[in-house]
């Protein structure tokens, strides 16, 4: 039998990792702040500016704060295995940056239309989108420091 050289990893050791630097801390920390941060502000606000401001039902309200968990639910799988095939680090990022961006288009949904039909259609589209992009972001932070924290 031939050894396999030191440098790669065998089922007795574990796989080498990058070094635990400070932009990669500060890469997991500032998303994982937009995805769990930002979150809880967005599913206790969206509800009551659908009440408040945009006047909608009950029902309809609740279509719009269901529908946050709806894709995450579906794909968070496929979510992880994007996050292997194409980098943590690279998704993770693209997954905070969007929904930041999509996060500051709430406010423009009664601008665009007046019709509360559209306007639901809009804030669920948006609340799919954000919970996904949220729910893989937050995801990417934990994988990101497991792996450079070797843990």
């Given at each position: 039998?031939?050894?396999q050289?030191?440098?790669?990893s ?21 998303t994982?702040?937009i ?6 502000m967005?599913q ?10 945009l006047?909608?039902?009950a ?7 269901g529908?946050?968990s709806?894709?995450?639910t ?10 292997d095939r ?9 997954c905070?940056?969007t ?11 009664p ?9 639901l259609t809009l804030?669920?589209?948006?609340q ?24």
């Open positions: 039998m031939t050894e050289p030191p440098s790669e065998t089922p007795d050791t574990p796989p080498e990792h990058p070094p635990l630097t400070r932009r990669a801390e500060w890469t997991a920390y500032s994982a702040f995805s769990i941060g930002v979150l809880p967005i206790l606000i969206v509800p009551l500016w659908c009440l408040l401001s006047g909608m039902s029902t309809m309200i609740g279509i719009a704060a529908a946050r709806a894709l995450a579906v794909f968070s799988i496929h979510g992880g295995a994007m996050l194409l980098g943590v680090r690279r998704v993770m990022i693209f905070a940056l929904s930041v961006v999509l996060t500051v288009l709430y406010p423009l949904v601008v665009i239309t007046s019709v509360i039909a559209l306007q804030i669920v589209i948006l799919l989108l954000t919970g996904f992009l949220h729910t893989i972001g937050w995801i990417g932070c934990q994988t990101q420091i497991g792996q450079l924290s070797r843990g």
